[in-house]
């Protein structure tokens, strides 16, 4: 059983910073990419940004140069780092990997619970 566990969101005032952290844990064979997404309220979720397993990162539009995603491939670890947060930034954030377990041929979506981030104007 493979589990993501978040951590990190808060209400933070605008032009502040937040970082998030997602930790994979249970019967994991390989990670393929890693990433995070946000859903505000009345909207989709959207895509802010992944990495993959080599490194190579993407980020959406709204959070370029702003936003920095890490991740740590022996700890089984994402990070998301947020500077100069906005209002707009305000969301609940899931963690999401691509993840094969040790007993599996297959690579599956998986999710965390959500964390709230909150940007105060």
């Known amino acids: 059983q493979v589990q993501l566990v978040e951590s990190g969101g808060d209400l933070v005032q605008a032009g502040g910073s937040l970082r998030l952290s997602c930790a994979a844990s249970g019967s994991i064979g390989s990670i393929n990419s890693m990433g995070w997404y946000r859903q505000a309220p009345g909207k989709q979720r959207e895509l802010v940004a992944e990495?993959?397993?080599?490194?190579?990162?993407n980020y959406a539009d709204s959070v370029k140069g702003r936003f920095t995603i890490s991740r740590d491939n022996a700890k089984n670890t994402v990070c998301l780092q947020m500077n100069s947060l906005k209002p707009e930034d305000t969301a609940v954030y899931y963690c999401?990997?691509?993840?094969?377990?040790?007993?599996?041929?297959?690579?599956?979506?998986?999710w965390g619970q959500g964390t709230q981030v909150t940007v105060s104007s």
């Open positions: 999401n990997a691509i993840i094969r377990g040790s007993n599996s041929r297959l690579f599956l979506t998986y």
């Open positions: 990495v993959t397993r080599g490194g190579s990162s």
